[in-house]
């Protein structure tokens, strides 16, 4: 099956600081990724859909300044956490779309944010 | 809106089998799936249904009734490393996923 990578697998950053993730398709180009946050005993929220070349579309609440994504290439989006809070502490899992078959998406390994 | 149920947990005995609900309303329908994840890992993909009826696949096996906005995860045969949390989720007429809360799995000796 399709492979995503994603690192780090956890970092600890202090408050204040930013912090990148990096998402990656090993075996396949994804034109679309999808970015999604998970607190403790909760569901997976989705916050951006990152389209390969455009802009990402966030979902309603969550802050396009502060949480910076890029889609460089057809294997590789980014997301930056800026001026990182405690509260920013989360699981931020990434996944990506296979092309032309919707149904199909694979998840990274996530990575554990902590802010101190 | 958009809304997914699931039990929030259940409990079930090694060996046993155990059936996970979940019911859905959402805009637009393109599948369901189910997810397994265990505690501090992504989620890993068990099964998908678009059409109504019973897919089996090994031990697991999931049903759908469009007509009801139901489906179900069965797991036959539990065994110790099935306690994890089961997430149902609706792929939407945007083809965007819309998740459940998600079902804590225990299994007990």
């Known amino acids: 099956g399709a492979v995503v990578s994603q690192h780090p697998s956890w970092v600890i950053c202090k408050s204040g600081t930013s912090v990148k993730i990096e998402c990656r398709s090993l075996?396949?180009?994804?034109?679309?990724m999808f970015w999604y946050r998970q607190f403790p005993k909760q569901s997976l929220m989705l916050m951006a859909t990152s389209n390969e070349g455009s802009k990402a579309t966030y979902e309603q609440g969550v802050e396009k300044d502060k949480f910076l994504i890029n889609h460089a290439s057809l294997t590789l989006s980014t997301l930056t956490v800026t001026s990182a809070h405690p509260e920013d502490s989360s699981f931020y899992i990434c996944?990506?779309?296979?092309?032309?078959?919707?149904?199909?998406?694979?998840f990274g390994p996530g990575t554990r944010l902590t802010v101190t | 809106g958009q809304n997914i149920d699931q039990p929030t947990e259940m409990t079930a005995t090694e060996g046993a089998i155990v059936q996970i609900n979940c019911t859905y309303q959402?805009?637009?329908?393109?599948?369901l799936f189910w997810y397994q994840q265990h505690a501090g890992e992504a989620p890993t993909f068990l099964s998908y249904?678009?059409l109504d009826g019973l897919e089996e696949k090994g031990r697991f096996s999931s049903f759908l009734s469009r007509s009801k906005g139901y489906s179900y995860l069965l797991l036959k045969e539990l065994q110790m490393k099935d306690s994890a949390s089961y997430l149902c989720?609706?792929?939407?007429?945007?083809?965007?996923?819309?998740w459940g809360a998600g079902t804590k799995l225990i299994i007990k000796p």
């Open positions: 075996d396949f180009q994804a034109t679309t």
């Open positions: 249904n678009v």
């Open positions: 989720a609706v792929l939407d007429s945007n083809y965007q996923l819309i």
């Open positions: 996944s990506a779309r296979v092309p032309d078959r919707e149904y199909e998406q694979y």
């Open positions: 959402t805009s637009g329908f393109n599948g």
